[in-house]
Structures are given as C-alpha cells and as structure tokens.
C-alpha cells in the first residue's frame, strides 16, 4: 500500500505524543504518591536524614555540598566531609536504607509509569477499536500495520510495552535515577542515552514511514484518519488487492 499511505504530519504526531505524554505523567503521578505512602517513602527518608545529620554534626561538615562549594573549603574542611563520608559508607545500617531506599524509587517510578503507560497507551487503543489514543483521536491519526490493516492488540502491546516503556522511558528514567541517588553516570550508560536517541532520529528520517522505533518494533505506522484507508483484515486488504487488479486488467484491454 506504498501509493495509498497517508502518514500523519510530524507535527500532529508531535502535538498527539506531547497530550499522551502529559496524560501518563499526571496519572503516574497520582499512583507514584500513592506507593509512596503505601511503601512508607517519607518515613525511610526521615531515617536517612537522620542518618546525615548524624555524621554532619559528629565531624562538623555537612554532605551536601555543590562542587563549586566543596572547591573552596580547607584542607581541614575537606579531611573533615572525608571523613564523615567513610563514616557513613561504614554504618551498615544506614548502607542498607539507602539501598533500600533506591530500590523502592525504582519500584515506585517503574510501576507507576507502566499503569500510566498501560493506561493511556493500551488500554484507550483497544476500546476506541482504532489505534488511537487520546492525543491521537484529538489530532485526528491512528495507528494501523504497515500493510494498511487495522492494528491487533498484540501489536498494540508490542509498540507500547516493549517499545515505549521498556526501551524508551525506562532505560533513560533508571539511568536517571542512578545520576541522581548515585552521584553520577557510568560511560555506559551515557552511550547508551546517545545510542537511544541516535536511534530514534535515524529511523524517523531513514524510514519510509519516517517510524520511530516502538513503530518499527510493533510493524505499525501513524497515519491520517480521516484519509487513509484501513482494512480490517488480511482477507479483506486481499480482496481489495485482487478487485484493482481485475479492473486494471479490464482496463487494459480496453
């Protein structure tokens, strides 16, 4: 169906993601808040803090100095936070509650943005029947495979479990997280960032669908609504097929 696609502006499909994306942040939000008081987040926190405080006021210094601040401190100033440091890395139990602490971030930020995710981007698909989401029905495209035939649900999920979730909102978010509680970033994972992003911009200028990479990895295309036809099944895109090439044929006779 090369000659009959109809792919959806770049700017709609922007305007649509943007919408979504606003959606999953606000409902993973409101689930986040929840976890965390389930979890007894604030409470853990508390206990670290006072872990901090501890060993601030045992060595006189504090752990929370900006790069900037911690250049103009004296040598004493510095062997101090030092060692308060090798204090704190040393006290076991404060070792385990920020480790503790770590995991129930990355429990909470994960399972909060997969209902969200879920949500907004499988569940409104399946009962609009069309591939659309909200942002999507609002700009007026849809989802359909790459033949031209109305997507399945397991396409669906594909495109939104294994390819928007899991390659492009959790590799970045839990390497974000490790930069922020971790205190920086491994080469690793900033080749991988680079890698990602690289990625996306080759395939949504090199394909012929100008796809991103959850589309190539579900074999489905963002289309106009409203102009592109869809067929709702292998069998009927095969009819259609053989019904232009009978008159193509009658044609050509004529």
């Known amino acids: 169906m090369t000659q009959d696609l109809q792919k959806a502006s ?30 007894g987040f604030e409470e853990q926190t508390r206990q670290l803090d006072g ?9 006189n210094t504090s752990l929370s100095y900006t790069a900037e601040e911690y ?10 936070l030092d060692a308060a440091y090798e204090a704190l890395n040393a006290d076991e139990e404060a070792v385990q509650l920020f480790n503790m602490l770590i ?19 499988l569940l409104m698909p399946l009962l609009f029947k069309n591939g659309q989401t909200l942002g999507k029905k609002t700009f007026g495209i849809c989802l359909m495979r790459t033949d031209g035939v109305k997507v399945s ?21 839990y390497i974000g997280v490790r930069l922020l509680w971790g205190g920086g970033i ?28 959850h589309d190539l990895m579900a074999g489905t295309v963002v289309v106009d609504y409203a102009s592109q036809q869809i067929f709702g099944s292998h069998e009927e895109l095969i009819e259609h097929q053989k019904r232009e090439a009978a008159e193509r044929a009658a044609r050509e006779i004529y």
């Open 10 to 39: 770049l700017f709609k499909r922007i305007f649509a993601g943007l919408f979504d994306g606003m959606i999953v942040v606000i409902i993973a939000i409101a689930i986040a808040t929840l976890l965390t008081s389930v979890l």
């Open 51 to 59: 872990f901090y405080t501890k060993y601030e006021t045992q060595f």
């Open 71 to 80: 250049e103009a401190l004296s040598e004493q100033e510095k062997a101090n």
């Open 103 to 121: 995991h129930m971030i990355l429990l909470t930020v994960t399972g909060s943005l997969l209902a969200a995710t879920l949500l907004v981007e």
């Open 153 to 173: 649900p397991m396409q669906v999920f594909v495109r939104t479990v294994l390819g928007k979730f899991a390659v492009e909102t959790m590799i970045p978010v």
């Open 186 to 213: 491994d080469l690793v994972s900033l080749i991988l960032v680079m890698a990602l992003a690289i990625a996306q911009v080759i395939s949504i200028f090199a394909t012929r669908t100008n796809s991103l990479l």
